[in-house]
C-alpha cells in the first residue's frame, strides 16, 4: 500500500468539496492530496515509516488561501524606499521627507495615499523646500501615479509635455512647465533609467522575503498581474535554483496599446513559461486607470471634467486584442474601474460568442451601474475585486475618490455582494503593494465594509472563504480551491473558523500552518 509523505491530523478541514464537505484529516503525497477522511481512518491507511505527522490540535483546515491580484515581483520596485501609507496629512508628508534617508542620493518613497493633499494639485512645490535639493521620486499609493522633484525631473530629463501612445500625462502648468505630477505608466517610465532600482540580487532575496512573510499570513498563491521588466522568469527560476517558492505564483504580462500581432504572438508564446511552482497563465490589460488620478474611464466625466478617456486611445483595438488572444486559447484579465471601461470589457466578451465564458476576467470594478452587474454571470466573466481598496475611501464621501465621482457614482461603489448574489464568480485579493498583502485583512474586509464610500452588504464567512479558494481558482480557470484527492496539496491551516468567526477576529487570525504541494511554508 501507498503511504503518505504528510498527514495533517486533528482538524476541522473544510474542504469545499460537496461530496465530502467537512472531514478531520489529510494525507498528502507527491505533492497531491491522497486522501481526505477522519483521522483514525487515515492514519491507519496512510502512516509509514517516513510519513511526517503534524496534529493541528483542532484548527481549521482550508483550501490553500489565494490573492487573486497581486504585483510581488514588480511591487519589489515599487515599494521601494520610505514607506508613506501612515501618512495622513501634508505636513506629515514634508516631514517624512525632510527625514528620509537617501538611495544613492535620492529620496525614493511610495505608498501615498492621495488624501494627503487635502484636495491641492499634486505639485512638486508643496515639497521642494524640505528636499534639500536631492532628486526626489515618490509613488502614490495606487501605482498609477507619481510625484517628480525639480532634480528628478532635470535628471529625466522631463521639461514639458509629451504626447504617449497610450493614456499617459506628464501634468504641466498654465507656462506649460512640468508639475512633477507624473500620471500613468508610460510618464512614470521616462523616470526608470535615472531612479535608483534594486539590483537582480537583491531583487532576488528580497522576493523570497516577501513571499515567505505572505505565507505567514496563510497565503498559498498569487495570481501576479503583471511580468516585471522582463527577467521575471529568470528571477524565479533563479530562487527555484535553492529553495522552494514559499507561493504558487501565476503570471500575467501585459499587453499594452500599438501591439501588433508579432507582439501578441510573442504573448501567446510566454505562456509556455512554467517553473515548480509558478507559471505564465493569461495576458493582463488596462482599459483605465484610477479615480484619483483622473484617468478612470467614466460614462460622464468626473468633478475636474476628467475621465472621459479609455486607456487605449482606440478601444477598438483592446477589443481586437483580445479576440486575437482568445482564438488562441490565452485568457485575459483587464483592469477596469469605471463604468464605462467595465462596460466595454463586458461588451468586448459578449461579441466573441459562447466559447468567451469563463475564460476572462475584470479586475477592480470600482463603481458600476445596476444593468451591468446580472451581466458578468450571464457573459461567465470573472468578477475580481480587492476589499483592502474602500480603506481609502469613507463613507461620508469626503475622500478624493468619492468628491472625484460625485454621490451617485460613489454610492455605487464596491459592490462585491451585488456581483455575488447575481451569480458571478467573484475572486478576492490584495493588489499589493496597493493595500497590504495579509489576506486575513483580504477575508475580513470582504464581510464588513462599513465606513466605505458606496457601503454595502458584506459577504458571509463562506464566500469570504471561496472568494480566495474556489472562486479564485475558477477565475484562473483551474481544477483547484478545493480539498479532495487529487487535487493539489496547497493548503492553509488557521485557528479559528474562517466561516463562523467574526470579521475583526478574522484579521488577526492565528496561522498555523500553510503548504504548497505539500511542503510546509509556514508553521506557527
Request: glycine share 12%.
Amino acid at each position: 500500500m501507498p503511504v503518505a509523505d504528510l498527514l495533517l491530523t486533528g482538524a476541522h478541514v473544510r474542504t469545499l468539496d460537496p461530496a465530502l464537505p467537512e472531514a478531520t484529516a489529510v494525507a498528502v503525497r507527491g505533492g497531491l492530496i491522497a486522501a481526505v477522511g477522519e483521522t483514525e481512518d487515515v492514519v491507519r491507511e496512510w502512516s509509514g515509516p517516513g510519513t511526517e505527522r503534524v496534529d493541528l490540535a483542532g484548527a481549521t483546515l482550508v483550501p490553500g488561501l489565494v490573492d487573486s491580484h497581486s504585483h510581488p515581483v514588480w511591487g519589489l520596485e515599487m515599494a521601494t524606499g520610505t514607506d508613506l501609507s501612515g501618512v495622513r496629512d501634508l505636513d506629515g508628508l514634508r516631514a517624512a521627507l525632510r527625514g528620509a534617508a537617501r538611495v544613492d542620493g535620492w529620496v525614493v518613497a511610495w505608498g501615498l495615499d492621495h488624501n494627503a493633499f487635502g484636495g491641492r494639485p499634486v505639485d512638486r512645490g508643496l515639497v521642494e523646500d524640505v528636499l534639500d535639493g536631492s532628486p526626489a521620486f515618490v509613488r502614490l499609493y495606487d501605482g498609477h501615479s507619481a510625484l517628480a522633484s525639480t532634480a528628478a525631473l532635470d535628471a529625466a530629463g522631463i521639461t514639458g509635455p509629451r504626447v504617449f501612445g497610450q493614456r499617459a500625462e506628464i501634468v504641466c502648468d498654465a507656462e506649460g512647465r512640468p508639475t512633477g505630477h507624473l500620471i500613468e505608466h508610460a510618464a512614470m517610465d521616462l523616470m526608470l533609467a535615472v531612479v535608483p532600482r534594486p539590483s537582480f540580487a537583491e531583487r532576488r532575496t528580497g522576493l523570497l522575503d516577501l513571499l515567505s512573510r505572505m505565507a505567514a499570513t496563510g497565503l498559498t498563491g498569487a495570481h501576479v498581474m503583471d511580468m516585471g521588466h522582463g527577467d521575471v522568469p529568470q528571477l524565479l527560476a533563479s530562487v527555484e535554483d535553492e529553495a522552494v517558492l514559499p507561493l504558487r505564483l501565476r503570471l500575467a504580462p501585459w499587453c499594452m496599446p500599438g501591439i501588433g500581432k508579432d507582439g501578441l504572438d510573442e504573448l501567446t508564446h510566454l505562456q509556455r513559461e512554467v517553473g515548480r511552482h509558478w507559471r505564465v497563465g493569461g495576458v493582463k490589460f488596462f482599459m483605465d486607470g484610477t479615480v484619483e488620478g483622473g484617468t478612470a474611464w467614466l460614462e460622464h466625466a468626473d468633478c475636474h471634467g476628467q475621465g472621459t478617456d479609455a486607456f487605449w486611445p482606440d478601444p477598438q483595438a483592446y477589443a481586437d486584442a483580445v479576440r486575437h488572444l482568445h482564438a488562441a486559447g490565452v485568457g485575459t484579465a483587464t483592469h477596469a474601474i469605471g463604468d464605462a471601461a467595465v462596460r466595454h470589457v463586458l461588451d468586448t466578451v459578449e461579441s466573441l460568442g459562447a466559447g468567451g465564458a469563463g475564460r476572462h476576467r475584470i479586475e477592480h470594478i470600482e463603481t458600476v451601474p445596476d444593468d451591468t452587474i446580472p451581466r458578468f454571470a450571464a457573459l461567465g466573466v470573472a468578477a475580481s475585486m480587492q476589499p483592502p481598496h474602500t480603506a481609502y475611501t469613507r463613507g461620508d464621501h469626503a475622500d478624493e475618490w468619492s468628491r472625484r465621482l460625485g454621490a451617485d457614482r460613489a454610492a455605487r461603489a464596491w459592490r462585491i455582494r451585488d456581483l455575488r448574489d447575481a451569480g458571478a464568480v467573484l475572486a478576492l485579493g490584495s493588489d499589493w503593494p496597493i493595500a497590504h498583502y495579509d489576506v486575513r485583512r483580504v477575508l475580513s474586509m470582504a464581510q464588513a465594509p462599513e465606513g466605505a464610500a458606496g457601503s454595502r452588504r458584506g459577504l458571509t464567512g463562506l464566500m469570504a472563504l471561496e472568494g480566495c479558494t474556489s472562486h479564485a481558482a475558477r477565475a484562473a480557470g483551474e481544477d483547484a480551491g478545493r480539498i479532495a484527492p487529487g487535487l493539489r496539496a496547497d493548503l492553509t491551516a488557521l485557528g479559528l473558523d474562517p466561516v463562523l468567526a467574526p470579521a475583526d477576529e478574522i484579521a488577526e487570525a492565528p496561522v498555523r500552518l500553510t503548504a504548497v504541494g505539500g511542503h510546509l511554508t509556514y508553521r506557527g
